[in-house]
Each structure stands twice: as structure tokens, then as C-alpha cells.
């Protein structure tokens, strides 16, 4: 079964610093992974995908993730955090399953960014 | 867009109480449904899945179910609510084996 570990559940930054939000993933297939971010009491929206195409993938937002192999890691960046940046981030890599698919999120890492 | 409308948005419930939270898709046919509950620092569970109508599979054993009586409504029970259930709970759909799921803006339910 694939599982993803987020390090760090919470993650604080000074507004237009670089943000850094660590994934690493396990699996034994060439994985589909994705970032998403929740805003208090809401749903999750989707950041971005990765699915074997391009290695750095960019999403929404300015922010952007390069899928390592080699670490089996996939970092979500942004280059400067905004205030309205603060959020709860999860990692998540799709599991395929007899009947189906399902998605399996890692902890979240709560971000912080500070005036 | 796919669009999931997940109600109430909150809701307050005594123990022993029975529960019965709706989702529905519009915008897509024949998507494959989620139940997730989320709780503080632990990410999101999986409780429930669904690929079709009259088809559920449960992830946990616990003291909700689920059912798929349309291909685009997703309804989660309890037939004697417990404090343990308690959490965020999250519809979440998508289409295909490769796509994204797209989620509800979820139900804060808290027994008391």
C-alpha cells in the first residue's frame, strides 16, 4: 500500500520568505501524488498533480513541487509567502485498489507566516 | 466543474442519536465517492468508498455506514451516534483511476 509522511506539522515563516513543505512518499508503483490546501472549516482544494509527466510541477497560487525518485520525495516551494498562505497543506498519493482508487493523505503541516 | 454540496455544515448531536449526512455530485457521471474524517493533527481517514451504486467498501470498522442509492448521492449513517465520532467530516469525489478527487466544504459534527 502507498503512504506519504509530511515532516514538520507545523511550519512557520516571516511574509516573503521561502516556503518549504516536506513530502515523502512510499510506493510500489510509479506513483500519482498531489498537494492540496484547507482553510479553516472548508474542504480541500487541489495545489497540484503530479502524474509522470514533467518532474517540476507547478500549481496555483505561485506554488510549485519537484518529484525526486531518488528521495522519493515531492516538496511543495513557494518563493515568497503572502499572509494569505496560512492554511493546513496535505500530501497525498493515489492508492489503487481491486475496486477502484482512493486517495491517502499524509498528517498536514500547518503553515504560519508571520508579518 | 465537479462540484460535490456536502450539508449541514455543522451539526450539534446527543449520544445515541442517529445521524444521516447527504452529498451529492453534479457536474460528472459515474464518480467514484468518499467519507473521510478528519481529526486535529492526524490527517484525513478514510472511512468509506464507493465505485458504484449499491457499492460500498469500509476501510475502518466503526459505528458509521454508508450508502450509494443514486450514482450521484453518497449518505453517511449512524444508527447511535458516540462521542468518538465526533471530527470533520469530508465527502470527496473523482472520476476515473488517474484524476483528482475534488471534496465538499465538510461537516463539523460534535456529540455531545
Known amino acids: 500500500a502507498q503512504s506519504v509522511t509530511q515532516l514538520g506539522s507545523h511550519v512557520s515563516v516571516s511574509e516573503g520568505a521561502l516556503v518549504l513543505l516536506r513530502c515523502n512518499y512510499s510506493?510500489?508503483?510509479?506513483?500519482?501524488l498531489f498537494w492540496y490546501v484547507q482553510y479553516p472549516n472548508q474542504g480541500l482544494q487541489l495545489l497540484l498533480k503530479?502524474?509522470?509527466?514533467?518532474?517540476l510541477v507547478k500549481g496555483i497560487n505561485g506554488f510549485e513541487a519537484e518529484f525526486k525518485k531518488s528521495e522519493t520525495s515531492f516538496h511543495l516551494t513557494k518563493p515568497s509567502a503572502h499572509m494569505s498562505d496560512a492554511a493546513e497543506y496535505f500530501c497525498?498519493?493515489?492508492?489503487?485498489?481491486?475496486?477502484?482508487?482512493?486517495?491517502?493523505f499524509g498528517a498536514g503541516t500547518i503553515l504560519r507566516v508571520k508579518s | 466543474s465537479q462540484t460535490i454540496h456536502q450539508w449541514p455544515a455543522t451539526l450539534v448531536q446527543p449520544v445515541g442519536s442517529p445521524l444521516s449526512l447527504e452529498c451529492t455530485v453534479e457536474?460528472?457521471?459515474?464518480?467514484?465517492l468518499y467519507w473521510y474524517r478528519q481529526a486535529a493533527g492526524r490527517g484525513l481517514q478514510l472511512l468509506f468508498y464507493s465505485v458504484g451504486i449499491g457499492q460500498i467498501s469500509s476501510e475502518v470498522p466503526q459505528n458509521l455506514s454508508a450508502s450509494r442509492p443514486q450514482d450521484r448521492q453518497f449518505i453517511l449513517s449512524s444508527k447511535k451516534l458516540l462521542l468518538s465520532d465526533s471530527g470533520f467530516y469530508l465527502c470527496?469525489?473523482?472520476?476515473?483511476?488517474?484524476?483528482?478527487?475534488?471534496f465538499g466544504q465538510g461537516t463539523r459534527l460534535t456529540v455531545v
Open positions: 510506493s510500489s508503483v510509479p506513483p500519482y
Open positions: 497525498a498519493v493515489r492508492d489503487f485498489m481491486e475496486y477502484g482508487n482512493k486517495l491517502v
Open positions: 470527496a469525489g473523482n472520476v476515473g483511476d488517474y484524476t483528482e478527487a475534488f
Open positions: 457536474g460528472t457521471s459515474n464518480p467514484n
Open positions: 503530479y502524474t509522470s509527466a514533467a518532474t
